[in-house]
C-alpha cells in the first residue's frame, strides 16, 4: 500500500490527507501546533461561551468548488451560514455600499453606477463556475473555456485603481476597493484587480458564507470523513527534516522557505532558489471583541453585512495598502470586520456578539494597532465603544508565531504581486512538485493560493497521485 505524511493540518493539509486516502493512500499527518486545523481554528477568546474565529471566518470561495463537491462535508456535521448582506462597505455621514447574493438587487442599491456593476458582474457570476474551475488550478493549462477565462482574464490584469473607473460614485468604487483591498497590495499595480473580481463574483456566485459554529467545524468535518478513510493523525511535533519521514510520498503545507529548510541538500538548486526568494506580503494585526447588541454601524445595511470593509473611501483604502506594503503603518488602517453572530445567530450569547476585526499591517509590524482598529470602528458606528465588554489581541507577531506558515504576518502565505498571484511558488508546469520524487508542496503558497477552500491540497493530492502512475 502507497503511505503518505502530510506535514501541516491547515484546510489545505487536510484536504491533501482526505483525497489521498479517497484514492487508497495510507495517510498519516503531522502537526505543529497542539491541535489541528491551521487557519481554521475557533476557540472562545473573549468571553465564556463566546465562540470567535481565530483566523478564517468567511468563506468566499469553500463552496462549490472540486475538492467541496467530491465530499460530503455536510454529513460530516459542517453546515454554511450566510448573512442577508454578503459583505458591505461604509463610508463617512452614515453612507455605504451592500454587496447581496443577488446582482441585480445589488446593482439596484449603487443609483447610476448600478448598470456598470451589472454589466460586469452579471456575466461573470452566470461563469462563474466554469471560470473559478479554471484559476483554481496551476495558470500553466490548457483552458477549457478559453472565453470566459479571457472575459475575466481582461479584469483581473488590471489595476483596481483603473477598474474602479467605471464607477463614477464612492459607493460603488469603495465596495470593490474592500475586495480588492484583500489582495493586501497596492491598488494601482498590474494585477491588483485580481483578487477584488474574484472574490467580489464569488460573493455574488455562492456568497461568503460563516461554518456553523465557528470556522474549526470545517476542520472536524474533514478531519472526521478523512479519520473514516484510515487517516491518523499527530499533533505537537514539528517536522524539521525529510530524513525523519520514512513514506512513500510527503505533502508539505509549508511556506516555499520552510519546505526548502525541510528537504535540505536533495532539492534542486533551481527550486531552492526560487524557493528562497519566494516572497511573502504585509501582516494582520487582530482585535476580537464582546460587543453587546453587536457594531451600531450607521450605514444600516452594514448591520446586517457578515464581512464589513472599513477604510473609508476607494483613495484612503488605496493609500493605506500602499503604505503597508512600504513598510509604514497608516493612521487610520484598512480594517476587516467578521460579524459571525449575524450569518450564525447561534454565536451570539444573550445579546453579545463576537466581532472580528483584523487590520491590515506592514510585515513583521512591532507596534499595537488596537487603538487605531477600534478608532476605525468607532468612526463608522459611534457607540462601538462603549458596546465594547471585552478584547482579545493577537499581534502580528504572535500570528506569525502561532503559524509558521505566516511569516511575519502575512496570512496569505505570499505575497499577491503580479507574478506571484499568477504563479506561485514558482513558474513551472507542476507548481506542487518540489523536483524531488514523491515531495510536493500543497499549502496556500501554490494555486490557487490563500483562503480556507482546501484546493491547493486537492490540486497537490492529485499531482502526487498522478505520480504514482508515471
Ligand atoms: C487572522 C486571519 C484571518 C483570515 N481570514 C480568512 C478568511 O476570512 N477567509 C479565508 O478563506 N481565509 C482567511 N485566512 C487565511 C487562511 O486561514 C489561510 O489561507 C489558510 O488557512 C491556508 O491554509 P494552509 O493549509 O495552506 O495553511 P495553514 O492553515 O497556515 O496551516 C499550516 C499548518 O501547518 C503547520 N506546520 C507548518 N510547518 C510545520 C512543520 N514544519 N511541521 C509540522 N507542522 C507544520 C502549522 O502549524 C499549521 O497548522 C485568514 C488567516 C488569518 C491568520
Known amino acids: 500500500m502507497t503511505t503518505a505524511t502530510v506535514v501541516g493540518s491547515g484546510p489545505n493539509g487536510l484536504a491533501a490527507a482526505l483525497t489521498l486516502a479517497e484514492a487508497g493512500v495510507q495517510v498519516h499527518v503531522v502537526e505543529a501546533a497542539d491541535t489541528l486545523g491551521g487557519g481554521v481554528r475557533s476557540a472562545e477568546l473573549t468571553l465564556p461561551g463566546l465562540v470567535h474565529d481565530e483566523c478564517s ?6 463552496v462549490g468548488t472540486a475538492f467541496a463537491r467530491a465530499f460530503d462535508l455536510a454529513g460530516a456535521g459542517l ?7 454578503e459583505f458591505s462597505h461604509p463610508l463617512d455621514g452614515g453612507t455605504g455600499a451592500a454587496l447581496r447574493r443577488s446582482v441585480e438587487v445589488t446593482a439596484a442599491g449603487l443609483g447610476t453606477d448600478g448598470t456598470s456593476w451589472q454589466r460586469m458582474f452579471g456575466p461573470l457570476t452566470d461563469r462563474f463556475d466554469t471560470v473559478v474551475e479554471e484559476f483554481v488550478q496551476p495558470m500553466l493549462h490548457v ?24 464607477w463614477e460614485h464612492p459607493e460603488a468604487r469603495a465596495l470593490f476597493a474592500g475586495a480588492a483591498a484583500h489582495a493586501f497590495r497596492p491598488l494601482g499595480t498590474p494585477f491588483s484587480s485580481a483578487v477584488g473580481v474574484a472574490l467580489a463574483t464569488s460573493a455574488h456566485a455562492y456568497g461568503w458564507p460563516v461554518a456553523e459554529g465557528g470556522s474549526a467545524a470545517i476542520a472536524r468535518a474533514v478531519v472526521a470523513l478523512a479519520r473514516q478513510r484510515g487517516v491518523t493523525f499527530e499533533t505537537g511535533r514539528r517536522v524539521d527534516h525529510l530524513a525523519d519521514l520514512d513514506t512513500d510520498l510527503v505533502l508539505l503545507d509549508t511556506a516555499p522557505r520552510a519546505a526548502a529548510d525541510i528537504i535540505g541538500d536533495r532539492l534542486p538548486a533551481g527550486v531552492a532558489r526560487a524557493y528562497r526568494r519566494y516572497r511573502h506580503g504585509p501582516g494582520a494585526f487582530k482585535v476580537d471583541y464582546a460587543v453587546e447588541g453587536g457594531v451600531p454601524w450607521a450605514h444600516g445595511e452594514s448591520r446586517q453585512a457578515g464581512t464589513v470593509h472599513v477604510g473609508g473611501s476607494f483613495e484612503e483604502v488605496a493609500a493605506a495598502e500602499r503604505q503597508v506594503t512600504r513598510g509604514r503603518m497608516p493612521e487610520r488602517p484598512f480594517v476587516l470586520v ?18 472580528y476585526t483584523y487590520a491590515h499591517v506592514p510585515a513583521g509590524f512591532t507596534g499595537d494597532a488596537t487603538t487605531a482598529i477600534t478608532a476605525q470602528l468607532e468612526r463608522f458606528a459611534p457607540g462601538f465603544r462603549e458596546r465594547v465588554l471585552a478584547t482579545h489581541v493577537r499581534s502580528t507577531a504572535r500570528i506569525a508565531a502561532d503559524n509558521a506558515n505566516f511569516v511575519g504576518g502575512d496570512i496569505l502565505t505570499g505575497a499577491n504581486d503580479p507574478l506571484q498571484v499568477v504563479f506561485r511558488p514558482r513558474l513551472a508546469a507542476d507548481p506542487y512538485a518540489t523536483g524531488v520524487p514523491g515531495v510536493f508542496l500543497c499549502s496556500a503558497a501554490t494555486p490557487p493560493g490563500a483562503g480556507a477552500h482546501g484546493m491547493c491540497g486537492w490540486n497537490a493530492a492529485r499531482a502526487a497521485l498522478a505520480h504514482l502512475t508515471r
Open 57 to 62: 471566518g468567511f468563506h468566499p470561495l469553500a
Open 79 to 85: 453546515t454554511w451560514r450566510w448573512a442577508p448582506v
Open 143 to 166: 483552458p477549457r473555456h478559453p472565453f470566459h477565462l479571457a472575459r475575466f482574464g481582461a479584469y483581473a490584469a488590471l489595476p483596481a485603481r483603473t477598474l474602479a473607473r467605471r
Open 338 to 355: 467578521g460579524q459571525q453572530g449575524v450569518a450564525d445567530p447561534g454565536r451570539t450569547r444573550d445579546g453579545v456578539h463576537p466581532v
